[in-house]
């Protein structure tokens, strides 16, 4: 008779390796918060006097601008309504994380919730009130938009996501879970009892 030591059940191994990459996808978020936050503060301090500062002459350049709407300025009237499309971002991209199991995704997601939050943030803190307030935005892309650090997180976390889902890279790879099943460890299945 062989000693074999219990395995805990599939569902306790995903919750403890779902929440392990979490944390890390929590971190991302927190990252592209900090260093959004911080160069919009830097872009309020040296270009709030309408300076110009060319990075690759005329292709990317620093100009500080409020946008009230979302991208390119759409719905500058209805800024209490990308407030709470941000929340219900906020919330869904954060719920969804703590069930990750692929790098990738964990990345994709920490990216998307850091871009996500600190729009959130720029809505409900920023002149000229609550749930009114304007997005910050500075690096301008020659004639065709102004963005921040949070819209190239949130474009890059959206691209991850497309690829991810275009080469089949799901948020929770399908494990067989019967009986019969080796583990991930390669062990073989337990005796029927």
Known sequence: MTSASPTPPPSRNRSRRAS??????FGIALLVIIIDQASKWWAE???GDGQ??????????????????AAFSIGS????????????????IARLTWHVESRGWM???GLLLGGATTHLGDRLFREPGFARGHVVD???YGNLFIGNVADIAIF????????????????????????DAPTQSGDSPRPPE
């Open 156 to 179: 890059a976390g959206a691209v991850m996501l497309l690829v991810l889902t275009v080469t089949g890279k799901r948020i929770r790879p399908d494990t067989d879970t019967t009986p």
């Open 107 to 109: 990345v994709a997601l």
């Open 138 to 140: 500075f690096i301008g």
């Open 20 to 25: 392990r990459l979490a944390w890390p996808a």
């Open 45 to 47: 301090a040296a270009l």
């Open 52 to 69: 110009t500062i060319p990075v690759i002459g005329d292709l990317i350049r620093f100009v500080l601008v409020y946008n009230p709407g």
């Open 77 to 92: 009237d209805f800024t209490w309504v990308f407030a709470l499309l941000a929340a219900a971002a906020v919330v869904f």
